[in-house]
């Protein structure tokens, strides 16, 4: 099993992050809205939707959305979401490398480093193509990543977190320089002792290696930003927004 089939079908997922990321997902949102020229009743693909957090901030503010994503568990709890929200989303449970949509969609969103985690580079390159094909033309991908550049510089093998509640968590980092891959432990400690963990391995891409596999599946990279807010992107920057359009 690998290991997002393993981590995003566990309940310690929803219970760590789902308070938090769900808070997050509406600012995101906004911004994202400032970022790209949208209006109501635009058709949105959100690939890697999770628990649905931001396809639903979406479809809120009028948006035609359908989320996909390939964790059982996450589509679940994304459908439960939308129908408390009282919104109406397409969730399909389904893996990004093998969609079929053919230009259907104005908008494709990659959030939250849903790109990269795939081991050959054949597989990663394969779901950007079915993302631009996703698109119609002029239609618009954007992608949420680590900044690689930043990641490195201040690599540290081991980052502890003390949550309020008393759980702790372990992050135990390694850097595989030959594939380009951060690869990472998390250990979970609870305040009665019992302890949990699960793994995680993301390709680290550059900036000019995602231009290129861009330009392979037809997109055209416009812009880079720093984070969601719109801001430079440099080598000091957390993330890596990636605004690309695709060709006609």
């Known amino acids: 099993m690998k290991w997002f089939e393993d981590l995003y079908n566990r309940q310690i997922y929803f219970d760590l992050y789902a308070e938090q990321d769900t808070l997050l997902a ?3 949102v906004e911004n994202i809205l400032n970022l790209i020229p949208l209006h109501t009743g635009q058709t949105i693909l959100d690939v890697g939707c999770g628990y649905g957090r931001h396809a639903v901030e979406f479809a809120k503010r009028g948006f035609l959305v359908t ?24 969730f399909i449970l389904g893996d990004a490398r093998k ?3 053919r230009e259907e969609f104005e908008i494709v969103l990659s959030l939250f480093l849903t790109f990269g985690f795939f081991e050959e580079e054949t597989e990663n390159q394969m779901m950007l193509d079915r993302m631009a094909g996703a698109l119609r033309p002029n239609g618009v ?10 990641m490195i510089r201040d690599f540290s093998p081991l980052q502890v977190e003390e949550h309020p509640d008393g759980i702790q968590i372990e992050k135990r980092w390694e850097f595989d320089a030959w594939n380009g891959r951060l690869d990472w432990e998390n250990e979970v400690t609870f305040p009665d002792g ?7 391995s993301v390709r680290a891409y550059t900036l000019v290696e995602l231009k290129r596999m861009y330009e392979d599946a037809g997109l055209r990279l416009e812009k880079v930003y720093g984070d969601f807010q719109g801001n430079v ?4 920057s957390q993330q890596m927004i990636l605004l690309a359009r695709k060709t006609v």
């Open 233 to 236: 992107y440099t080598l000091e």
């Open 141 to 150: 991908l954007l992608m949420d990543l680590w900044n690689r550049e930043k």
């Open 194 to 200: 019992i302890k949990e963990s699960w793994k995680h």
């Open 99 to 101: 969609m079929e949509f």
């Open 67 to 90: 989320g996909i994503d390939l964790a059982p568990k996450q589509i679940e709890a994304a459908k439960r979401r939308a129908k408390e929200a009282g919104v109406g989303i397409h």
């Open 26 to 28: 509406k600012s995101e």
